[in-house]
């Protein structure tokens, strides 16, 4: 929900809050969540955030949070009509955001510089470092998902992420490249994909995915592995040996992802909550992959026709990777 110095003022919702001197723990819960909401204060005890349902329901659970403490809270929305203006408040969150990706690309320099320093990349080292890079993009998400005005600085952030990785990883980045380059679209178009029948996360996904970025006229058959043999001019994915399947600890849609569409970094933010609702390993710990994968079993319950719910979940993939993006 970006805006523009041009735009017409946008509404606000204020929470005013007055919190109880005891107990002292209950203050900094409180500012801790609104924290982690990414709400700022415009007074003392004033809160703000852009207008939206997400921020509504967020400062809704602060103000029960806040009654049950023993304190009092209301909210309401608001046009700032004098004194403080709309634009003074965005810049507000700018400067809120542009801290938090500063802090985290501090932090991304930091272990590279440890890396290089402590030859951490070698294979045995690559462990414990690549958790801390897991760390850092957790953290990344979370700003990011409260980075209500595009601050400037979260290009920076990103940067260092993405060298702090290639210096973890170099031997994985290359081959990527490469294996992406023998792969030409044209080949791939107009074909019959395969897939095991009872379709799920990693199925829905990678099928999602073909029609949408390699083969927009892509026919799916949905088969008992068991009774199925391949024919000659047709395609398998996340099946055993098929074209397209697990690699190593990738699930399907990353390897589909990495081979045809391996620059795309929303397809790879939406990979890492596929494989990590399939795969069930916490390898990117995604916070969200949780109530996703909850949306999908409902897709799933709703309809045995796969196509049904490949159709279904692929209005919920063009969701998430418009809010990736």
């Known amino acids: 929900m970006s805006a523009t110095p041009d735009a017409p003022a946008p509404q606000w919702l204020l929470l005013i809050h007055q919190i109880p001197p005891k107990p002292d723990y209950l203050r900094v819960k409180i500012g801790r969540r609104l924290q982690r909401i990414g709400a700022v204060p415009v ?39 004098d004194g403080l203006t709309s634009d003074q408040i965005r810049h507000v969150f700018r400067t809120a955001r542009n801290s938090d990706y500063a ?75 490469k294996r992406a380059a023998r792969v030409t679209r044209d080949e791939y178009h107009g074909r019959t994909w395969v897939t095991r029948a009872g379709v799920f996360v990693d199925r829905m996904a990678s099928a999602w995915l073909i029609r949408r970025f390699i083969d927009s006229d892509a ?11 391949p024919a000659r001019t047709e395609l398998r994915f996340d099946m055993f040996e098929g074209e397209f399947t697990h690699e190593g600890d990738r699930c399907t849609f990353e390897v ?31 916070d969200d992959a949780a109530g996703i994968e909850r949306v999908l079993t409902a897709i799933v319950r709703a309809s045995d026709d796969d196509a049904v719910r490949v159709e279904r979940a692929g209005q919920l993939f063009d969701d998430l990777y418009a809010l990736f993006s």
């Open 103 to 177: 802090a985290l690309a501090a932090s991304a320099r930091e272990l590279w510089a440890t890396l290089r320093s402590s030859g951490r990349s070698a294979p045995r080292n690559r462990t414990p470092a690549a958790d801390d890079v897991a760390k850092l993009r957790r953290r990344l998400a979370s700003v990011t998902a409260i980075d209500f005005f595009d601050a400037p600085e979260r290009a920076t952030a990103v940067e260092a992420l993405d060298i702090l990785e290639a210096e973890l990883q170099p031997e994985r980045t290359a081959p990527r490249a």
């Open 43 to 81: 007074k003392n005890s004033v809160y703000v955030l852009p207008d939206s349902d997400q921020s509504f329901e967020d400062f809704q659970w602060t103000r029960i949070e806040i009654i049950d403490g023993g304190g009092d809270a209301s909210i309401c929305r608001a046009e700032f009509i």
């Open 256 to 286: 589909l992802a990495g081979r045809f569409v391996p620059d795309d970094a929303a397809l790879r933010t939406l990979g890492e909550v596929v494989h990590d609702i399939d795969l069930k390993d916490g390898k990117f710990g995604r």
């Open 219 to 229: 026919r799916f058959r949905f088969v008992r592995e068991e009774d199925y043999r």
